[in-house]
């Protein structure tokens, strides 16, 4: 409990820090915490030529995680308005797709058509 409070505190204090510039490090500024990427990795793949959500999520996996997105990927189309000039507003959000769950194999050998 009290190591989850310093993880948030923690994250504010990055927020604040990322708001007004100071100590920024792209290198270290994780965008998407479910999948671990950060800033760097994220501009390196825009100016590798994947310019719109859904191809940075097949390339980086942002938006995959358990959030499936609601926490990075405004920030991620930021990024690209800053990169390419491409308007973050006009950005078509990736498609929501399930989660796998892998089935046992008896489960579909005994699947009967109704």
């Known amino acids: 409990m009290r190591r989850r409070g310093r993880g948030f505190k923690g994250s504010r204090i990055q927020a604040v820090r990322r708001r007004s510039g100071l100590n920024r490090d792209a290198r270290v500024t994780v965008v998407c915490r479910c999948e671990e990427v950060t800033e760097q990795e994220i501009r390196q793949a825009i100016r590798n030529g994947h310019h719109s959500l859904e191809e940075l999520k097949r390339v980086l996996r942002i938006g995959m995680g358990h959030c499936q997105g609601r926490g990075c990927l ?11 000039g491409i308007p973050a507003a006009s950005q078509k959000m990736p498609l929501p797709r399930p989660p796998l769950k892998p089935l046992p194999i008896g489960m579909l050998a005994n699947w009967q058509d109704e």
């Open 74 to 84: 405004r920030i991620i189309a930021r990024l690209i308005q800053e990169e390419t």
